[in-house]
């Protein structure tokens, strides 16, 4: 298979499903490409970028005024264009997202859990609890205690402080002493671990071919390498960000989630230089072209400028 070929499926998949997600495709757009280039795109920029998924001008505008409603985008016009950027709040969530997306999934475990108590906020502070936090990975244990055993505290008092409960969400540190077999059983139904995993070998699947294609080619376009990264960041994100990413004495046995991280590392180290060579002729700011990618997105994946390749057998274990 050609590398044009495993990336017109890739765009002809995306397209077919019964609901054509624009506003996560432009709000990954952004995550990936805009927010480390200065946060700040041309609108007719964007419809242009959408386009080659398939994505009509009306429902790019519409997306984007959404996002602006929802406090993640903030307009700003200059003559007859709009031009949009990150606002405060949705820079702090990309940044937030960034970390988990980009870093590696694995953590080390000293046994530890960190429990949230619920008991002491009113009924609208506990949603707004269950729902940030469950994006930290935090999980249910009971309908007042969220649990996790290795979270980010840096990214749990940010959300803490945003949703406004520094002060009276009560945040305790536990220890499993008895029957951690049973804890571990509890721990996959809690964070419905087999679908996640359904998930990730799916997305394996999906993308091996595109990198198989790319190994056998030497020349990749530059939108294609653009496409491919977008619609590998999409998918990727869309599984990882309902992974709560627990330490590996938690995970089922055969656990994909290792075998996508490998992947979507390595496609993303391969594509990531073309797809900045097409949004540097494509994208444009109120200033000209965006601005090149700050020092920290050369980061991602443990460093974009690393350029071996695992073999296909360690990335995906059938």
Request: hydrophobic share 45%; with cysteine; aromatic share 8%.
């Amino acid at each position: 298979m050609s590398i044009e070929t495993a990336c017109q499926a890739l765009v002809d998949e995306f397209r077919s499903r019964p609901t054509l997600r624009a506003g996560s495709l432009i709000t990954t757009v952004f995550g990936d490409a805009i927010a480390p280039r200065g946060g700040t795109v041309w609108l007719g920029s964007l419809i242009k970028a959408m386009a080659e998924f398939g994505v009509n001008e009306r429902l790019v505008r519409t997306s984007v005024f959404r996002l602006a409603r929802d406090g993640w985008l903030q307009a700003d016009q200059v003559g007859r264009r709009a031009y949009y950027r990150l606002s405060d709040s949705g820079r702090e969530r990309f940044e937030q997202a960034t970390h988990r997306i980009y870093g590696e999934p694995f953590r080390r475990w000293d046994g530890d859990w960190c429990l949230l108590l619920l008991s002491a906020l009113d009924t609208e502070a506990k949603e707004a609890v269950r729902k940030e936090c469950g994006w930290l990975g935090f999980g249910p244990m009971s309908a007042n205690v969220l649990a996790h055993p290795a979270p980010d505290l840096a990214e749990l008092d940010i959300t803490m402080r945003r949703l406004g409960v520094a002060r009276t969400l009560v945040v305790m540190n536990g220890h499993t002493i008895r029957n951690a077999a049973a804890m571990r059983e509890l721990t996959r139904d809690c964070w419905n671990l087999d679908a996640i995993d359904v998930a990730y070998a799916d997305f394996v699947a999906r993308f091996r071919n595109v990198y198989q294609a790319l190994a056998d080619n030497a020349q990749l376009p530059d939108k294609s390498a653009f496409i491919i990264r977008t619609l590998l960041i999409q998918e990727y994100r869309t599984v990882l960000l309902r992974d709560p990413l627990l330490p590996a004495e938690l995970l089922p046995a055969g656990w994909h989630g290792a075998a996508a991280y490998q992947l979507c590392r390595n496609l993303y180290r391969a594509v990531h230089a073309g797809a900045d060579a097409w949004l540097d002729d494509m994208m444009e700011t109120a200033d000209g072209p965006l601005p090149p990618p700050g020092s920290t997105f050369r980061q991602r994946f443990g460093g974009l400028d690393v350029t071996s390749r695992q073999s296909q057998e360690e990335l995906v274990d059938d």
